[in-house]
């Protein structure tokens, strides 16, 4: 688990959902960010992270390193 202020690296090769919110519902999703795009971590909440990059949104733990 990354700590809060830390950056993590999205590896999912087909992208990461950047969320408005910690759910997965098709009308959430602001953005798909990129394989290898670096994120800095606002905070853990379940399986998600709270993200800065550049505006705050949510991506799924299992999409990071």
Known sequence: MKNNGSYAV???KK???FRSA???KSNNV???LPN???VQIVAS???WYKVNC???G???KTDVK
Do not use: E, L, R
């Open 15 to 17: 992208g990461c959902n």
């Open 10 to 12: 999205i590896v999912s």
């Open 54 to 56: 550049p505006q705050t």
């Open 22 to 24: 910690p759910v997965i």
């Open 30 to 32: 602001i953005t798909v």
């Open 45 to 47: 909440q379940g399986d």
């Open 36 to 38: 290898g795009k670096t």
């Open 58 to 60: 949510y991506i799924a």
